[in-house]
């Protein structure tokens, strides 16, 4: 009897020994209502709103870099969204905390978000804190797609 060993079957036969090793190993599933931020979950419309936010709101106390690199990826990386939300909310701005609308704040976040190389997406980052549990901050850099061999 021949063996089959076309690429189709072993693509298959790879997708599902690594698709459930990559769960097992903290990579949070789409299917499971999991997201990251490196899956555009703001709009440009947002980031720019929060922009002109933190110019008037928050830059007299520190410039958006020190939210930028490694001091973000240190700090946040890996953490949910809705736990920089509630931070921000609870402590910013620094002379009058929580006295931004729940959206002012998800647009500065969506702000420090485009300053850390997240991709934008079409659609609003909700400003629903139980929403944002479902999001993962990801700082990890994207590598290409290797090329497919035949």
């Not at 440009?44 to 928050?58: L, S, T, V």
């Not at 909310?89 to 647009?107: A, C, I, T, W």
């Amino acid at each position: 009897m021949k063996r089959n060993s076309s690429p189709g079957w072993t693509l298959l036969f790879s997708t599902c020994i690594l698709v459930p090793a990559m769960e097992l190993h903290g990579q949070e599933a789409v299917a499971e209502g999991q997201r990251s931020t490196r899956m555009g979950v703001y709009s440009r419309e947002q980031w720019m709103r929060g922009r002109d936010i933190y110019a008037g709101m928050c830059a007299g106390c520190h410039p958006a870099t020190t939210h930028t690199g490694p001091a973000f990826t240190v700090s946040w990386a890996g953490k949910k969204l809705s736990d920089l939300f509630g931070f921000i909310r609870e402590r910013m701005p620094k002379n009058d905390p929580g006295s931004l609308s729940e959206q002012e704040y998800v647009d500065v976040m969506s702000y420090m978000l485009r300053l850390n190389g997240m991709p934008q997406g079409v659609e609003e980052l909700p400003a629903d804190s139980v929403a944002l549990t479902r999001i993962r901050i990801d700082s990890s850099r994207v590598a290409p797609p290797a090329p497919v061999q035949r």
